[in-house]
């Protein structure tokens, strides 16, 4: 059987390119899932490696779709490998059922996790010029100063409680504690 395996990071992230294209290489059936890669728990391709049988097939559209690091897609290889199951890569037109096809893959997991890293190094080293700027990132505050000072006031008054405050200013009362310990 040729199953499809399909996989996007984040859930604003389309999977029809991706389906699209192991559509056309004929799988049988695709497991598809939106799901970031660093992620621990992955449900499609659990389902995935449990239906896995002799003789099956694996299409994805890219390598870095299928393992966290290149440590983890060398033990699904090496899985695939001793239970006679055959790999196809699309993008990196990778066929493990060859020699050649094994050192590719091995050599572009290798380029897929440094592209990773340098990916992460960028945002760092953006993230750090941001804040030499002045820049800060994150949410914005629930509440300005003048409003943290008013929602102490409404609060010194034991007739309103948290919740007609947090109310008041359409916050949980988690943010309405959050931000008044911000400004004595």
């Known amino acids: ?69 290149m440590k983890h897609l060398m033990e699904l290889v090496e899985r695939f490998t001793s239970q006679e199951i055959e790999l196809i890569s699309l993008h990196e037109n990778i066929d493990t059922t060859t020699a050649t096809g094994k050192m590719m893959l091995q050599f572009f997991a290798m380029l897929a996790e440094f592209e990773r890293n340098l990916i992460s190094e960028r945002t760092k080293a953006g993230l750090a010029a941001a804040r030499a700027r002045g820049k800060k990132g994150g ?40 931000n008044l310990d911000k400004i004595s």
């Open 1 to 69: 059987m040729k199953f499809g395996y399909a996989r996007v990071s984040t859930a604003d992230q389309e999977l029809d390119l991706q389906l699209t294209a192991l559509e056309k290489a004929g799988c049988d059936e695709i497991l598809a899932e939106k799901v970031s890669g660093r992620a621990g728990a992955r449900p499609e391709l659990d389902r995935l490696l449990d239906k896995l049988r002799p003789g099956d097939s694996v299409v994805i559209w890219r390598l870095d779709r299928l393992g966290r690091s």
């Open 139 to 178: 949410r914005k505050p629930a509440l300005d100063a003048n409003q943290i000072r008013l929602a102490r006031s409404m609060l010194s008054d034991p007739g309103v409680s948290v919740i007609e405050v947090a109310e008041h200013f359409q916050i949980s009362r988690s943010a309405l504690y959050r």
